[in-house]
């Protein structure tokens, strides 16, 4: 055995910990909302499958913001784990300072859609009838949750590249746990409250945002954290870093985006098939999310640990970490897969309350699903957890985001328009894109192009 293949194969117990430390919070984090939503889902379920159709497609416009939220934040995190990895608290806060003004401006105009033309959005995803005037209800009160969002944020990336996911962890389980409450409370009317329905799912989800963004933020300033930014510190920071910053972080605002505009154009197919197979879709979507929390807090943890090894100046330990990481996450991936596939009877049980033909055709959904996650989550770990976290932003923007509208979007329109396909075959055709993009990220990844030291902006060009 080479020596460079011993060394990504055999860990060593302190580089374990460290994965452990990081990793582990954000995929218990991951865990809760993931059972939260499926709590959620459940709950909305009870209320029949035009109330289901309506908060699943209606959350595709949320899902859009907080796509472009996470790439401000996003963008922002390979800066503040580089910088940490020199322990420049400095940089950290002239971050955070760029960050909120893109995060909340994005808060802004996505609360103006929601408030002013929610009927003009839902139309996109809904037929006329009853699902779509309950997604107009929905939506026109969950927007008041992007503000909270936008904040939140900032002060969770920083948390966790800065070391301390716990703390993250701990404010998102406390958000969840205020979501599920409240919701029992309102959607039904339990405690002498009104039964609300769908408008009472939004507002619980907007108090738990603000108990969320209470955590952090008081843990960030109570215990005086790098994020702990005064207000002095809030202004524009220097033209040159704040230039370089923006040539790094705008092409993953972009990439999400441009992402999630992908993504959504597919709900507005899947929407097109009736409420039948957007709910099936919205079940997939639930149980994924619980399925691939622990693959997700390693890709998580493998950007920070990266952004730390690169900030120190360790190029081979980069390096390293990427193509352990890389194996890590196959690896998890193959064995989520094939656990999906043999759950997906028992799991869709719990949502018995929605009609045969959904649950069939969900059932179908989690078959493929689990049969293409290796593949998917090459490209997550590579472009997300590698390529991003070396500051290879531009790249990563025209790989990820190029693949969804070059090649996804015209295979789910060719599937559900020409072809005439059911859902699990439109579902299907939306993951030909997953193919071009190993084609072109795994040459990237290999050639260790992607590498770039980001804490020299302001000093140096990057």
């Not at 409370?185 to 738990?208: C, D, E, S």
Request: glycine share 10%.
């Amino acid at each position: 055995m080479k020596e460079s293949t011993r060394k990504i194969i055999h860990w060593e117990p302190e580089f374990i910990r460290k994965l452990v430390r990081v990793a582990l919070p954000i995929a218990l984090q991951n865990l809760v909302a993931a059972s939260a939503h499926i709590v959620d889902g459940l709950m909305v379920a009870g209320l029949g499958d035009a109330h289901y159709a309506a908060v699943t497609q209606a959350g595709r416009y949320s899902f859009l913001f907080q796509l472009f939220l996470f790439g401000a934040a996003s963008g922002s995190s390979i800066f503040i784990s580089q910088f940490w990895g020199k322990k420049d608290v400095q940089g950290i806060r002239k971050v955070m300072s760029l960050c909120w003004r893109i995060t909340v401006g994005l808060a802004l105009l996505f609360i103006l859609g929601a408030l002013l033309a929610p009927r003009q959005i839902m139309s996109l995803f809904l037929q006329p009838g009853e699902s779509r005037d309950l997604a107009i209800e929905y939506i026109s009160w969950v927007g008041l949750n992007y503000l909270f969002c936008s904040v939140d944020i900032v002060f969770s990336n920083t948390l966790r590249a800065t070391g301390k996911p716990t703390v993250a962890m701990t404010a998102g389980i406390a958000g969840i746990l205020t979501n599920t409450l409240a919701n029992y409370t309102l959607i039904y009317g339990h405690f002498g409250f009104p039964a609300l329905g769908v408008k009472g799912a939004a507002i619980a989800t907007v108090l738990a945002s603000l108990v969320s963004l209470l955590v952090n933020a008081g843990y960030t300033f109570r215990r005086k954290q790098p994020g702990a930014i005064q207000l002095s510190e809030m202004r524009m920071p220097e033209k040159a870093f704040s230039l370089a910053y923006i040539k790094r972080v705008l092409p993953v605002v972009a990439n999400e985006g441009l992402w999630s505009l992908g993504i959504t154009t597919y709900a507005v197919f899947y929407g097109m098939l009736g409420d039948t197979a957007v709910n099936a879709i919205g079940v997939y979507n639930n149980v994924d999310q619980l399925m691939t929390v622990l693959v997700f807090g390693v890709v998580n943890a493998a950007a920070i640990l990266i952004g730390n090894s690169i900030g120190a100046g360790d190029r081979d330990g980069a390096i390293l970490i990427s193509r352990r990481m890389l194996l890590a996450v196959e690896g998890l991936a193959v064995l989520t897969g094939a656990l999906l596939i043999s759950l997906r009877g028992p799991i869709l049980g719990f949502f018995s309350k929605l009609s045969p033909e959904t649950l069939e055709s969900a059932a179908h959904i989690l078959l493929i699903a689990g049969c293409v996650m290796p593949f998917r989550f090459f490209n997550t770990i590579n472009i997300v957890g590698v390529l991003r976290a070396g500051g290879d932003t531009v790249f990563s923007m025209i790989l990820d985001a190029g693949s969804v509208w070059v090649i996804g979007v015209p295979s789910v329109a060719l599937a559900t328009l020409a072809l005439k396909l059911p859902i699990e075959g439109v579902y299907l055709f939306s993951f030909i894109e997953e193919l071009f993009k190993i084609g072109l990220g795994l040459p990237r990844f290999l050639s260790g192009k992607w590498i770039n030291n980001l804490t020299t902006i302001g000093k140096e060009a990057p």
